[in-house]
């Protein structure tokens, strides 16, 4: 920036988590010139992916009070493994439904093409016996399946076909659509509580018993819709380390788009002229350590990263409430994958007798969930989710992997630490070996909590002639796969209220249809990315 022109800009967005990077993306592409600062040395915010030495400092971060989001911090790792560049280890790991928001977005911008992607493998489910059950993923797999019954198999298939369609006024959901989910399966449906835990916490990845039919059914609907889109699998996972590395594709996409990066610097200093005030009205910003003061008309933030304590009008983006969940979470670094059979072989193969014994293999990328009550001293209310990753999403150096679990809590952190609160579920994971081993002994073991933050209440919001600051809604933890997607649509929510803002700063007229959120491609949009 050579001139106080190029210091100038419409909107600066603080923090790279996932929904700012998105909105960046949108509004660069939208012909906005936007400056993006982040006082992390990284891209991704809370979704980051970072290598192992970077967890290790990121964690000490944590215990200091510099990341707010997270809290207890604990690791057996002192020191970097060996080749800890090559670990890509996302903060907040999930999986990519094959159709909705995120999957729609990555492909209207052209942000696909900064990233790879591979299909997950499988979704298993743990029983308090220490037995796997493989998911089945299609109506095929139903049919094959041996440890269903044939009148089962009929009332499941009745039952996927309800859930497929358009179920909101059907005669099966009277009175019944905030009723727990799992009573829904049993006494509408007539199916076993064993089939009825299987579809509620693996298929349609329920937190708790008590979650109500309707939403449930909704995420269910969705991701039968996604199988068969990109193969026998509804979901998909990035590679070098997932929506981390989703997060830093928007980022260059907004930077191809004339967007200004500015990472690990802080904001020293910030302040705020009215409108009248001639060519200095709007905000100010002075950074550590960086060489020239930025100039804005419009300010997005999360909450805690807001610039200091400015009395500017500031509107937050009204979003459903979720949670609100304490998750406790756990980062397994191994060097043998768990094992178990085949969670694709649902039958016996061709030439060999019903009921023979399946060769037990590694699985990689893939979930294993565990439902309430399926492990000793685990949690009684809550389903437990692992994510089961390895070199081949180019996340670990070779014959490596990262076992991730996921514990949603009911309110504050509890007394114990996260590695108390896990460790039933880490001891049931590592003893996942073929008969006569030893359990999986980790290379490395992190924990921590996230915590929730409030959403904004709805008497703050302002109009967009109004807001001079966009408050970007907190992005909790609501199922396993649901993240990317609800950022997603915070990230248009946002994009929507800031070009409306905008629109008045310049004299425009404010545009009340719909703004399209992604303009069509332009022909060899991008190549002149010359990183690329």
Same mark, same amino acid.
């Given at each position: 920036m050579s001139n106080d022109s190029e210091a100038n800009f419409d909107i600066v967005i603080i923090g790279t988590g996932l929904t700012e990077s998105i909105t960046a993306a949108a509004l660069s592409k939208a012909k906005y010139k936007v400056a993006h600062i982040d006082p992390n040395a990284y891209y991704g915010g809370n979704e980051a992916s970072l290598s192992q030495d970077e967890l290790i400092s990121w964690g000490e971060a944590v215990n200091e009070g510099r990341h707010s989001k997270f809290s207890s911090f604990s690791t057996s790792s002192t020191t970097p493994l060996p080749f800890s560049r090559q670990y890509s280890i996302c903060l907040r790991p999930s999986i990519i439904p094959a159709l909705g928001p995120l999957i729609s977005s990555l492909i209207a911008s052209g942000v696909s093409k900064y990233s790879g992607f591979k299909l997950l493998s499988s979704v298993n489910i743990y029983s308090s016996n220490g037995k796997?059950?493989?998911? #089945? /993923?299609?109506? %095929?797999?139903v049919f094959h399946?041996?440890?269903? =019954?044939? @009148?089962?198999k009929r009332r499941l298939m009745r039952f996927l076909t309800f859930a497929a369609g358009d179920f909101e006024e059907k005669v099966e959901l009277e009175g019944k659509k905030?009723? !727990?989910?799992? %009573?829904?399966?049993?006494?509408?449906?007539?199916?076993?509580?064993?089939l009825s835990t299987v579809i509620a916490y693996s298929l349609a990845h329920c937190v708790g018993p008590s979650d109500p039919a309707l939403p449930s059914l909704a995420r269910l609907r969705s991701y039968l819709k996604s199988i068969g889109r990109y193969g026998p699998s509804p979901f998909l996972i990035g590679h070098y380390g997932g929506i981390g590395d989703v997060s830093q594709g928007f980022c260059r996409a907004s930077a191809v788009h004339g967007g200004v990066y500015i990472l690990g610097r802080t904001i020293t200093e910030v302040e705020y002229a009215p409108p009248g005030s001639g060519e200095t009205s709007g905000f100010t910003f002075i950074l550590d350590d960086f060489p020239e003061a930025l100039h804005s008309q419009l300010v997005i933030s999360t909450h805690g990263l807001k610039p200091g304590q400015l009395d500017v009008p500031s509107s937050s983006i009204p979003v459903e409430e979720t949670g609100p969940y304490t998750v406790a979470r756990g980062i397994i670094i191994t060097d043998r994958a768990p094992i178990y059979t085949n969670p694709?072989?649902? +039958?016996? #193969? &061709?030439g060999? &007798?019903? /009921? $023979?014994?399946?060769a037990p293999v590694s699985v990689d990328a893939s979930l294993l969930v565990f439902p309430p009550s399926s492990v000793g001293k685990g949690s009684q209310t809550h389903s437990a989710t692992v994510h089961i990753t390895g070199d081949t999403s180019l996340s670990t150096p070779k014959g490596k992997w990262i076992l991730y679990i996921v514990l949603p809590i009911t309110g504050s952190p509890p007394q114990e630490t996260a590695e108390e609160v896990l460790q039933p579920y880490v001891d049931a994971l590592l003893a996942l070996t073929e008969e006569g081993q030893e359990p999986i002994c980790p290379l490395s073991a992190s924990y921590f909590f996230e915590l929730p933050e409030s959403a904004p209440l709805l008497g703050n919001q302002l109009s967009p002639k109004e807001v001079r600051h @966009?408050?970007?809604p907190p992005l909790n933890y609501s199922t396993f796969p649901e993240l990317p997607d609800s950022a997603t649509r915070h990230a *248009? $929510?946002?994009?929507?209220?800031?070009?409306? $803002?905008?629109?008045?700063?310049? /004299?425009?007229?404010?545009?009340?249809?719909?703004? &399209?959120?992604? #303009? !069509?491609? *332009?022909?060899?949009? /991008?190549?002149?990315? +010359?990183? =690329?």
């Open positions: 796997i059950q493989s998911v #089945p /993923g299609s109506k %095929e797999d399946n041996k440890e269903i =019954s044939l @009148i089962e905030e009723r !727990p989910f799992i %009573e829904l399966l049993t006494s509408t449906f007539s199916l076993s509580q064993e694709q072989q649902t +039958s016996a #193969p &061709e060999e &007798e019903a /009921g $023979a014994a399946l @966009i408050t970007v *248009e $929510a946002v994009f929507t209220f800031a070009v409306q $803002a905008i629109q008045f700063l310049k /004299g425009e007229d404010i545009d009340e249809t719909e703004i &399209e959120f992604w #303009p !069509p491609i *332009e022909e060899n949009d /991008g190549d002149d990315d +010359s990183d =690329s």
